[in-house]
């Protein structure tokens, strides 16, 4: 079984440019998660989806990031324009079931490493 | 909101030493705990968890951890490391208190194993 992919693994771009960000989550997945480690800090939470709805997305920093999963499948976040500040790692997630509380593993993807110059 | 502290960024061990692992967060409800593993070069995999009964979990490669709800904490253990448990180590927890299934992490430890 395939596991939560993400593409590209490494971007980077200048300021004030776009860049998306794409996740494919792990078959059957429910739920689609995006986080984000920023050099020397802890990853964290950006935002869940639940099939195509967007469940939670208290964590997203600011609306030059949007995040959409069309058909409940694929996800993608993208940045625009970007800033300095966004350089990171951004993983995505995913896990079973459409219940938001209980024991659903999240699988990690190998994240995409953002560079924003 | 809730937090997640783990007390050593780095550590170095000699291989069949003991490790021990500090994580502590601020949430006094009900919580999920995990410990994920990020080897070089691969994704973050999950090493245990802990949702409710026996507060000793054991998890893969000989790790466990153990939670202690008067301290908040859930340090990770492992009687005799190996070199190839050279990694980066995230303690993060789930609350229940919203609807969702977010989890906030901890500052990862990054530990050296020498052979």
């Known amino acids: 079984e395939a596991g939560v992919t993400q593409f590209p693994s490494h971007s980077v771009i200048e300021k004030g440019q776009t860049v998306t960000l794409r996740c494919d989550p792990i078959s059957g997945h429910d739920n689609l998660y995006w986080y984000r480690r920023v050099m020397g800090k802890e990853i964290k939470f950006l935002l869940h989806f639940v099939k195509e709805s967007k469940q939670d997305e208290s964590g997203m920093p600011n609306n030059r990031f949007l995040a959409e999963r069309t058909g409940g499948t694929y996800s993608t976040l993208k940045v625009q324009p970007a800033e300095l500040e966004d350089s990171g790692v951004y993983f995505c997630a995913s896990s079973q079931g459409a219940g938001t509380w209980g024991d659903n593993e999240q699988f990690f993807g190998p994240g995409t490493r953002l560079t924003v110059l | 909101a809730q937090s997640v502290s783990q007390h050593n960024h780095h550590v170095i061990l000699s291989e069949a030493a003991s490790l021990e692992l500090g994580c502590n967060y601020s949430y006094g409800g009900t919580v999920n705990l995990f410990w994920y593993v990020q080897y070089p070069g691969q994704h973050l995999q999950l090493l245990l968890k802990?949702?409710?009964?026996?507060?000793l979990v054991k998890g893969i490669k000989g790790f466990e951890a153990e939670f202690i709800k008067s301290k908040f904490s859930f340090n990770l253990r492992k009687p005799s490391v190996q070199w190839s448990d050279t990694a980066e180590y995230f303690c993060?927890?789930?609350?229940?208190?919203?609807?969702?299934?977010?989890?906030?992490f901890g500052g990862g430890t990054r530990l050296m194993v020498k052979p």
């Open positions: 993060a927890v789930k609350v229940n208190w919203n609807a969702g299934n977010m989890l906030t």
């Open positions: 802990y949702f409710s009964g026996d507060p």
